[in-house]
Nanobody
Framework: VQLVESGGGLVQPGGSLRLSCAAS????????MSWYRQAPGKEREFVAA????????NYADSVKDRFTISRVNAKNTVYLQMNSLKPEDTAVYYC????????WGQGTQVTVSS
């Protein structure tokens, strides 16, 4: 299993970013996927999840109505569209797959600052 995140960067408050997670090494279309984040000095926290078909999504209260998780099974990719970004969204964002064990990507840094 390999999960490779991309799309992070520096953005001003109120701005937008789209993160991507390219997956390989398993049958992507059979598994739900999720995004987590970890801010400096804090524990890793859940951000959003999507079912195998994309028909069911779930969000942390802190990002609801600002972030959107989606997937394209034909591309083995899951996305996180982040709008109205706030400084408190600053963190390393990780793609996550739960099978028998947990799999994580290497993470992508998102910094929200003026």
């Amino acid at each position: 299993v390999q999960l490779v995140e991309s799309g992070g960067g520096l953005v001003q408050p109120g701005g937008s970013l789209r993160l991507s997670c390219a997956a390989s090494g398993f049958t992507f279309s059979s598994y739900g996927m999720s995004w987590y984040r970890q801010a400096p000095g804090k524990e890793r926290e859940f951000v959003a999840a999507i079912s195998w078909s994309g028909g069911i999504t779930n969000y942390a209260d802190s990002v609801k109505d600002r972030f959107t998780i989606s997937r394209v099974n034909a591309k083995n990719t899951v996305y996180l569209q982040m709008n109205s970004l706030k400084p408190e969204d600053t963190a390393v964002y990780y793609c996550h797959l739960q099978k028998v064990v947990d799999y994580w990507g290497q993470g992508t840094q998102v910094t929200v600052s003026s």
